[in-house]
């Protein structure tokens, strides 16, 4: 079974995650001055704390439903004893 294309490309053929990311990456890559590729360096940097931040929270979510099963459970184990 063959693996989905990625919708987006870079310049140099490689895909890219969105088009978003790929206008950074393509800024980055037309920076002239250090200054430039630094402020380019942090906007990718705040962006992927975002993307981290989103899947701490994710998790999060996912261990409270389970922690709610798991009170349903012991629950019904006490109904039925």
Wanted: hydrophobic share 25%.
């Amino acid at each position: 079974m063959r693996r989905p294309q990625p919708l987006f490309y870079g310049t140099d053929g490689r895909p890219q995650r969105s088009p978003i990311w790929r206008s950074v990456v393509l800024r980055w890559k037309a920076a002239e001055t250090p200054a430039k590729k630094l402020w380019w360096f942090v906007l990718c940097n705040i962006k992927e704390e975002e993307e981290e931040e989103l899947e701490e929270e994710e998790e999060e979510e996912e261990e409270e439903k389970e922690e709610k099963r798991e009170e349903k459970w012991s629950e019904r184990k006490g109904e039925r004893a």
